[in-house]
């Protein structure tokens, strides 16, 4: 089947199932995910596998487009300098990007060709909640990415994992010069259901004007903020909208009275037949794109495929 446009595609309606985890499948198939990490913070977390392990994340991808996923996600969420940084790799930041893009690239034409390849990319600063608005990492890295991405051949730019509206205007506006389709997806989204530090979308949207968004996803979130948050998205973006909720929570802290998000090996807790039902549900409520984030398997996105209907 020839890949119809993506924007096309977007249009029509019908909705895309997108693959799951990376990072966290990676650590499960024993590559070394945490060079440069400290206490305080993951470090390079999976921009490191790029020099350690590329066939293992070329296997990954093979894993979710065997599972029936129409969009992967590249392996490039902190192949930025500054996380690569952290393990001494700064200057091969374009390098592995690229890289990211060709590898998925090159899994999607081998087993899924009418499949799309998202160029993804996440705040160079990571999610530590004490930084705020990052001015100066973020869009000079986004906008390196996103050339690096374009160039390994990603069909659209997925920025991702950004809680600050602030944030999300500059990543689009970094993005955006590469003429590809452009997608958001929101991190951390709170139990109310509004962003994570409680800004409404209407407020997001308001900032966005007239910049060209294909698609706004909630990400990296407990399943049941998702629930409560899509239909406020709905409300105020005429847009694609999607989901792909963090499953990683271990048993002990699988809890909703604060705004942690944690992440385990744990798919005990949710395991494929909850993101199924919730991808159902959340396709009822206007959903076009819906996947997995930290700690879901090819095991999820082949049960989400099972109630997804093939575009
Ligand atoms: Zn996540």
Known sequence: MARQDLRQR????????????MGSE???????????????????????????????????????????????????????????????????????????????????????????????????????EEIGVDAEHLPREFAMQARALKDGGA??????????????????????PTGLPV??????????????????????????GDRKVDAILLMCSHPQAISVGLPLLRAAFDGAIGAYPNHGYGKQAHKLDDQHQWHSLDTESYGPAHLAADGTAWLAMGAQIVGGCCSTTPDHIAALRSVVPEG
């Open 10 to 21: 977007l249009a029509d309606g019908r909705p895309l199932v997108m693959d799951g985890a």
């Open 26 to 128: 990676l650590q499960r198939r024993g590559v070394w995910v945490s060079h440069g990490a400290t206490d305080a913070a993951l470090g390079a977390w999976s921009a490191t596998a790029m020099r350690d392990a590329p066939e293992v994340v070329r296997e990954v991808h093979d894993d979710y487009f065997r599972a029936g996923a129409d969009l992967a996600i590249t392996n490039s969420f902190w192949t930025n300098s500054v996380k690569l940084g952290l393990a001494g790799l700064g200057d091969k930041a374009e390098a592995y990007t690229r890289l990211s893009a060709e590898i998925a690239v090159e899994s999607r034409d081998r087993l899924r060709p009418q499949a799309y390849v998202a160029g993804g990319m996440a705040p160079p600063l990571g999610g530590r």
């Open 155 to 176: 069909d659209c730019i997925l920025v991702e994992y950004i809680g600050h509206v602030a944030d999300v205007v500059a990543a689009v506006d970094a993005v955006s």
């Open 183 to 208: 997608m958001v997806g929101l991190r951390h989204i709170r139990n109310d259901g509004t962003m994570q530090h409680g800004e409404s979308y209407a407020e997001l949207v308001d900032a966005l």
